[in-house]
């Protein structure tokens, strides 16, 4: 018969075996963050190539309705509600430029602006390149005439949302007039970002190519 201490020996061998098997299965800080800025790096040709159908299925007369530009409205995850934002560029780069709105600093920040209206950023936000984060995607494409005026509108909506509050300015209201500037049925703003983006790729049939109206 095993006695006491002969079962205590045995446990502490066993727990030492189980803590070096999570050591080794636990990937360190600084590898984790490498793997964190390669998937940046490849976020959005990973994203693109996704999209794309198989090459035996492919058909040249679809392929022609993609447009060389794009841009992708976006949801994640993030501490509390998510957010949304959009990705915008070129499908032949790798570069991305990313607008949404968010409040400027920290919790604090985000916990008055639902109460009254806080200073707000317009450009990338932690997690935007993530991934890992990524809730729903709605890419739609454009010719090069039409992205030159969406991509301006973008940026001068960036620099005309000088605040963020969570009922009245907020992440998906920016993207919806994004939206509403492209031609698309947009959904109804006070809702998950999750759920938004998805109700609008929902409401405009999946399309991918989007043209504008003259000026």
């Not at 993030?78 to 780069?93: D, I």
């Not at 949404?100 to 008055?112: H, K, R």
Request: aromatic share 10%; glycine share 6%; proline share 5%.
């Amino acid at each position: 018969m095993t006695n006491k201490a002969d079962r205590t020996g045995s446990c502490i061998i066993a727990g030492a075996a189980l803590a070096a098997m999570i050591a080794c299965t636990t990937p360190s800080a600084s590898a984790h963050e490498a793997n964190k800025r390669m998937a940046d790096a490849n976020a959005l040709a990973t994203t693109d190539t996704a999209s794309r159908p198989a090459p035996q299925s492919r058909r040249p007369v679809a392929r022609a309705e993609k447009g060389p530009y794009y841009v992708d409205f976006r949801a994640r995850t993030a501490a509390s509600w998510g957010h949304a934002f959009v990705w915008y560029g070129k499908t032949s780069e790798r570069a991305v430029e990313v607008a949404g709105l968010t409040p400027a600093g920290d919790t604090w920040a985000y916990v008055l602006g639902h109460l009254t209206w806080v200073p707000s950023e317009t450009g990338a936000s932690y997690g935007d390149l993530d991934p890992e984060y990524l809730t729903a995607s709605y890419r739609v494409y454009l010719n090069e005439a039409d992205a030159k005026r969406v991509f301006a509108y973008i940026k001068k909506l960036q620099t005309s949302s000088p605040v963020w509050n969570a009922e009245t300015t907020n992440c998906t209201g920016f993207i919806g007039d994004i939206a509403e500037f492209m031609g698309l049925q947009v959904p109804n703003r006070w809702q998950r970002p999750e759920n938004f983006v998805n109700r609008l790729k929902e409401m405009n049939g999946g399309r991918q190519m989007v043209r504008l109206s003259a000026e």
